[in-house]
C-alpha cells in the first residue's frame, strides 16, 4: 500500500472536524476499553499468562531462522507449498503467479493485515482477477475504495447509514435495491451477497495469526466464519504471512490464544479458530486441492538487529490503539498507511522511512497505556522515542522544533544561565498574565487556544527559587 | 540463491550469527512448548467438566441438552428442530449416517453440503470445558463444509470426549501418529457473529445463526 503518512498533519486536522468519523470513534473506543479491562479480570492468570508469551515470542525470535525451517519443511511433508518472499514486490509477484496457474478467475479473500501492508489487492486486480473481501468490516471499505482505519475492525470508522448508501449503490447488480436501515437486515444482505462469492471462488487467500512450526498448520481466528470459509470451498488456498508469526508448537498457540481475543474484543475466545494442515488430504469431501504458504519478510529481519525487535512480538489485537487517545482523536486513517496507533507509529517509520512517516512518532503523548495493555508488553514508548531520537539525529524534524531543542540542550549544559533565564521569564510571563494567571492568547501558539482551551501561567517563581526557599524556611 | 536462503540469510544477519549446528536444532526440536516443564493454565470453575463446558457454551449463545445415547440422537434432533420451527431435513456427516434418521422423521443426506441445507449434524472429536468450544477434525467422515454452511448447526459429542484444556487436544492429535493433523481442525466457540457494523453484535455472519450441542452419556 502506498504511504500517505507524510500528510499526517493535514489529515488529522481533517479527522478532527470530521463530526461522523468523531461519532463512530468515541463508539469504538469506550466499547473497546470496557470489554477489554472485563475479560481481563476474570482471568486472574492474565499477567503470568503475558509474561509467558514474551517468552515464547522472545524464545522463537532467537531461532527464527530454525523454526521457519522447521515449519516450512512440515508443509512440505504435509503436501503444501512455501514460497519466501523478501519484499512486498516479490509477495505480490508470487500470489498473483499462483492464482494465473490455477487459472483463477475468482478470488475471496479473509482479512489479512500484511495483505493489506504489501498490496495483494491491488496487484491481483491489475492482473485481471475479482477480487472480494469476505470479513464484512473488509467487504465494506472495500466497497467504499478506502483502506482500513483499525486492525480488528477496519470499517470502524462507517456510520450504519454510510453502509447503507454503500449497499445500496452496489448491491442493485444483485437484484437487492432495498435501502436498509438495522444491522441485522445489512448483515444479512452481505451474506447472501458473499455466500455466492464464496461458492465461485477459484483461490482463497487468508492471512495467519500464527504458523506451527512443529505440524506446519497455520492458524486464522475469526468471529465471522468468512476466513474459514475462504479456506475450505475454493480449491486453491493461499497463506500469506510475516515471518514472526511462527511459534514453535500448538502449546505456545493456546498460550497467546488466551491473550489475543481477551486484548482486542474483549471475548474470551474468537468464534473460529481454524487450524489447516496442507492440502485436503485423499477421501475428504471438501477443502483445497494446493496449499500455498507466502512467507513475508519485507523489512521484518533488519528488525531482529536492534531494540525493534521487541516489535515482533505484535500479535496484531490493537489494544493499543484501542487505548489510545491520539487514535481515538484522529482514527486510523490520518496515520496514512496499513497499520494506524501506536504500533503504527512504530512500524510505518520502519517500514516507509523516517523521512515519509516521521510526524508519527511525534503524535503520541508517551502517556504509556499503550504499553500496559500490551500483550506481548512491547514497550511501545520507548521504541517511540528511540524513533524521535533518530529523527533528530538524521536532521529530519522541522526546522523551528530542532532549532529550540538545540537552544534548549544549550541552556540546560549551562545551569547558571539556565536560571537567570528561567527566573527571567516566570516573572515575566506572570506579570503578562496579570490577575487571571492564565492565557487565552499567545503570539506562534493559535493552535493551543483553538476550541476555548486557556493555558495557566507561571506564578513568578521558578521551582528552584521555590526549593532553595522552603528549604531554608525548614532550617531554620 | 533460493529464495528460501535468501530470507533465511536475512534473518540470521539480523541475528548476527550463522546457522544453529544439529546439537542445537535438535535441542530446540524437543522441546514441547510453554507448557510441557511448567504449566500454566488458567483455574477452572469446580464441578463436573459437562458443567463448565455447558457454561462456556451459554456465555457465547451456544445451547445444549443432554442424552442418554447415541441412538437417541435423531430424535432429540427432531425435536430441536420442531421447536424451531425448522424443516425436519438435515445434512449429516458420514460419521453420524448409521444412526435411524428416518424413524425421527428427519430426511437426512449423508455427506457435505454446497449451502442448500438449512441444517448441518457433524460429530465432535473432542469438546474443551475452558471456553465451551467445539473440536472438529475434518475426514472423509467429517466434511468440514457441515460447520460452517447451514444456517443451524448440530454437534453431537460423547462426554467421554469432554477434556478440561485445548493443549489435552493437542497432546491427543500427536498420539495419533502417523495420521497426525488433519487438513482441518476447527475449533467452534458460539454460533457465527460480527460486530463490524457501529459494534453492535450480530450472530450469522457467514456461518451458522445457531449452535446446539448434543452432549450423548
Given at each position: 500500500?502506498?504511504?500517505?503518512?507524510?500528510?499526517?498533519?493535514?489529515r488529522?486536522v481533517?479527522?478532527l472536524?470530521?463530526e461522523?468519523?468523531q461519532?463512530?470513534l468515541?463508539?469504538a473506543?469506550?466499547?473497546?476499553?470496557?470489554?477489554?479491562?472485563?475479560?481481563?479480570?476474570g482471568l486472574?492468570e492474565?499477567?503470568?499468562?503475558r509474561?509467558?508469551a514474551?517468552?515464547i515470542?522472545?524464545?522463537?525470535?532467537?531461532?527464527?531462522?530454525h523454526?521457519?525451517e522447521?515449519?516450512?519443511?512440515a508443509?512440505?511433508r504435509?503436501?503444501g507449498?512455501v514460497?519466501?518472499?523478501?519484499?512486498?514486490?516479490?509477495?505480490?509477484r508470487?500470489?498473483?503467479?499462483?492464482?494465473?496457474?490455477?487459472?483463477?478467475?475468482?478470488?475471496t479473500?479473509?482479512?489479512?493485515?500484511?495483505?493489506?501492508?504489501v498490496?495483494?489487492?491491488?496487484a491481483?486486480?491489475e492482473?485481471?482477477f475479482?477480487v472480494v473481501?469476505?470479513?464484512?468490516?473488509?467487504y465494506i471499505?472495500q466497497?467504499?475504495?478506502?483502506p482500513?482505519?483499525h486492525?480488528?475492525v477496519p470499517?470502524?470508522h462507517?456510520?450504519?447509514?454510510?453502509i447503507?448508501?454503500l449497499?445500496?449503490e452496489?448491491?442493485?447488480?444483485?437484484g437487492?435495491t432495498?435501502?436498509?436501515?438495522e444491522v441485522?437486515?445489512?448483515?444479512?444482505?452481505a451474506r447472501?451477497v458473499?455466500?455466492?462469492k464464496?461458492?465461485?471462488?477459484?483461490?482463497?487467500?487468508?492471512g495467519?495469526?500464527?504458523?506451527?512450526?512443529?505440524?506446519?498448520?497455520?492458524?486464522?481466528?475469526?468471529?465471522?466464519?468468512?476466513?474459514?470459509?475462504?479456506?475450505?470451498?475454493?480449491?486453491?488456498?493461499?497463506?500469506?504471512?510475516?515471518?514472526?508469526?511462527v511459534?514453535?508448537?500448538?502449546?505456545?498457540?493456546?498460550?497467546?490464544l488466551r491473550?489475543?481475543a481477551?486484548?482486542?474484543?474483549?471475548?474470551?475466545?474468537t468464534?473460529?479458530t481454524?487450524?489447516?494442515?496442507?492440502?485436503k488430504?485423499?477421501?475428504?469431501?471438501d477443502?483445497?486441492?494446493?496449499?500455498h504458504?507466502?512467507l513475508?519478510?519485507?523489512?521484518?529481519?533488519?528488525?531482529?538487529?536492534?531494540?525493534?525487535?521487541?516489535?515482533?512480538?505484535?500479535?496484531?489485537?490493537?489494544?493499543?490503539m484501542?487505548?489510545?487517545?491520539?487514535y481515538?482523536a484522529?482514527?486510523?486513517?490520518?496515520?496514512?498507511?496499513?497499520?494506524?496507533?501506536?504500533?503504527?507509529?512504530?512500524l510505518?517509520?520502519?517500514?516507509?522511512?523516517?523521512?515519509?512517516?516521521g510526524?508519527?512518532?511525534?503524535?503520541c503523548?508517551?502517556?504509556?497505556?499503550?504499553?500496559?495493555?500490551?500483550?506481548?508488553r512491547?514497550?511501545?514508548?520507548?521504541?517511540?522515542?528511540?524513533?524521535?531520537?533518530?529523527?533528530?539525529?538524521?536532521?529530519?524534524?522541522?526546522?523551528?522544533?530542532?532549532?529550540?531543542?538545540?537552544?534548549w540542550?544549550?541552556f540546560?549544559?549551562?545551569?547558571r544561565?539556565?536560571?537567570?533565564g528561567?527566573?527571567?521569564?516566570a516573572?515575566?510571563?506572570?506579570?503578562l498574565a496579570?490577575r487571571k494567571?492564565?492565557f487565552?492568547?499567545m503570539?506562534?501558539?493559535?493552535g493551543?487556544?483553538?476550541?476555548?482551551?486557556?493555558?495557566?501561567?507561571?506564578?513568578?517563581?521558578?521551582?528552584?527559587?521555590v526549593?532553595?526557599?522552603?528549604?531554608?524556611?525548614s532550617a531554620r | 540463491?533460493?529464495d528460501?536462503?535468501?530470507?533465511l540469510?536475512a534473518?540470521r544477519?539480523?541475528?548476527?550469527?550463522?546457522?544453529?549446528?544439529s546439537?542445537?536444532?535438535a535441542?530446540?526440536d524437543?522441546?514441547?512448548?510453554a507448557?510441557?516443564?511448567?504449566?500454566l493454565?488458567?483455574?477452572?470453575?469446580?464441578?463436573?467438566?459437562a458443567?463448565?463446558?455447558?457454561?462456556?457454551?451459554?456465555?457465547?449463545?451456544?445451547?445444549?441438552?443432554?442424552?442418554?445415547?447415541?441412538?437417541?440422537?435423531?430424535e432429540?434432533?427432531?425435536?430441536y428442530?420442531?421447536?424451531?420451527?425448522?424443516?425436519l431435513?438435515?445434512?449429516?456427516?458420514?460419521?453420524?449416517?448409521?444412526?435411524?434418521?428416518s424413524?425421527?422423521g428427519?430426511?437426512?443426506s449423508?455427506?457435505?453440503?454446497?449451502?442448500?441445507?438449512?441444517?448441518?449434524?457433524?460429530?465432535?472429536?473432542?469438546g474443551?470445558?475452558?471456553?465451551?468450544s467445539?473440536v472438529?477434525?475434518?475426514?472423509?467422515?467429517?466434511p468440514?463444509?457441515?460447520?460452517?454452511?447451514p444456517?443451524?448447526?448440530?454437534v453431537?459429542?460423547?462426554?467421554?470426549?469432554?477434556?478440561?484444556?485445548?493443549e489435552?487436544?493437542?497432546?491427543?492429535?500427536?498420539?495419533?501418529?502417523?495420521?497426525?493433523?488433519?487438513?482441518?481442525?476447527?475449533?467452534?466457540?458460539?454460533?457465527s457473529?460480527?460486530?463490524?457494523?457501529?459494534?453492535?453484535?450480530q450472530?450469522?455472519?457467514?456461518?451458522?445463526?445457531?449452535?446446539?450441542?448434543l452432549?450423548?452419556?
Open positions: 500500500m502506498e504511504s500517505l503518512s507524510h500528510a499526517f498533519k493535514e488529522s481533517h479527522a472536524k470530521d461522523t468519523l461519532v463512530a468515541h463508539r473506543k469506550d466499547g473497546f476499553a470496557v470489554k477489554r479491562a472485563k475479560a481481563v479480570e486472574p492474565f499477567d503470568a499468562l509474561d509467558r514474551v517468552a515470542k522472545n524464545h522463537t525470535l532467537e531461532h527464527l531462522d523454526y521457519l522447521r515449519y516450512a519443511d508443509v512440505e504435509s503436501g507449498t514460497h519466501w518472499a523478501s519484499s512486498a514486490e516479490d509477495a505480490r508470487i500470489v498473483v503467479d499462483i492464482c494465473r496457474a490455477a487459472d483463477a478467475k475468482m478470488i479473500k479473509g482479512k489479512s493485515m500484511v495483505g493489506e501492508e498490496g495483494v489487492n491491488g491481483l486486480e492482473a485481471g475479482e473481501e469476505t470479513d464484512l468490516g473488509e471499505i466497497l467504499a475504495h478506502e482500513p482505519s486492525i480488528i470499517a470502524v462507517k456510520t450504519r447509514g454510510q447503507a448508501d449497499f445500496h452496489n448491491h442493485a447488480k444483485y437487492l432495498r435501502k436498509l436501515s441485522p437486515e445489512m448483515v444479512n444482505e447472501q458473499l455466500r455466492s464464496y461458492l465461485a471462488a477459484d483461490v482463497g487467500i487468508t495467519a495469526n500464527f504458523l506451527i512450526a512443529e505440524t506446519g498448520t497455520s492458524v486464522i481466528v475469526t468471529n465471522e466464519g468468512n476466513g474459514d470459509l475462504t479456506c475450505s470451498l475454493p480449491r486453491v488456498h493461499i497463506v500469506t504471512a510475516g515471518i514472526e508469526k511459534v514453535p508448537t500448538a502449546e505456545d498457540a493456546s498460550t497467546l491473550l489475543l481477551r486484548s482486542a474484543t474483549g471475548q474470551d475466545m468464534t473460529y481454524t487450524f489447516s494442515t496442507g492440502p488430504r485423499e477421501g475428504d469431501p477443502g483445497p486441492e494446493e496449499y504458504v507466502v513475508i519478510d519485507n523489512g521484518r529481519s533488519t528488525m531482529l538487529a536492534d531494540q525493534f525487535r521487541e516489535m515482533l512480538r505484535c500479535i496484531r489485537c490493537g489494544a493499543c484501542n487505548h489510545c487517545p491520539v481515538g484522529i482514527g486510523g486513517h490520518a496515520y496514512g498507511w496499513v497499520y494506524p496507533g501506536p504500533m503504527g507509529s512504530v510505518t517509520p520502519l517500514s516507509v522511512g523516517l523521512k515519509e512517516a510526524n508519527l512518532p511525534n503524535a503523548t508517551l502517556n504509556g497505556h499503550c504499553a500496559e495493555v500490551c500483550p506481548v512491547i514497550p511501545l514508548p520507548d521504541l517511540l522515542r528511540t524513533l524521535r531520537h533518530r529523527e533528530y539525529q538524521l536532521k529530519l524534524g522541522l526546522k523551528p522544533l530542532r532549532w529550540g531543542l538545540a537552544a540542550v544549550w540546560t549544559a549551562h545551569p544561565i539556565y536560571r537567570i528561567t527566573r527571567v521569564q516573572r515575566m510571563l506572570a506579570l496579570g494567571g492564565r487565552t492568547r503570539p506562534l501558539a493559535g493551543w487556544f483553538k476550541g476555548g482551551r486557556d493555558l495557566p501561567a507561571p506564578q513568578g517563581e521558578t521551582f528552584m527559587a526549593w532553595k526557599r522552603r528549604q531554608k524556611d | 540463491m533460493s528460501r536462503d535468501t530470507v540469510g534473518i544477519r539480523g541475528l548476527g550469527r550463522g546457522p544453529l549446528g546439537d542445537a536444532r535441542a530446540l524437543r522441546r514441547q512448548g507448557t510441557d516443564s511448567d504449566p493454565l488458567p483455574g477452572l470453575p469446580h464441578g463436573p467438566l458443567q463448565i463446558f455447558r457454561a462456556g457454551l451459554e456465555k457465547v449463545a451456544g445451547t445444549m441438552s443432554e442424552i442418554a445415547s447415541l441412538d437417541a440422537v435423531p432429540a434432533v427432531a425435536g428442530l420442531a421447536g424451531h420451527g425448522v424443516a431435513e438435515a445434512a449429516v456427516a458420514p460419521s453420524l449416517g448409521a444412526l435411524d434418521w424413524a425421527a428427519i430426511s437426512a449423508i455427506g457435505s453440503t454446497r449451502g442448500d441445507d438449512l441444517t448441518g449434524i457433524s460429530l465432535a472429536w473432542r474443551v470445558a475452558e471456553n465451551g467445539l472438529l477434525l475434518s475426514g472423509p467422515e467429517n468440514t463444509s457441515l460447520n460452517f454452511l444456517d443451524h448447526h448440530l453431537v459429542l460423547r462426554s467421554d470426549d469432554l477434556v478440561p484444556y485445548p489435552h487436544v493437542w497432546s491427543a492429535l500427536r498420539e495419533r501418529g502417523e495420521k497426525g493433523w488433519p487438513r482441518t481442525v476447527n475449533v467452534i466457540t458460539g454460533p457473529r460480527t460486530a463490524d457494523i457501529e459494534l453492535t453484535i450472530l450469522g455472519a457467514h456461518g451458522p445463526r445457531s449452535l446446539h450441542v452432549l450423548v452419556d
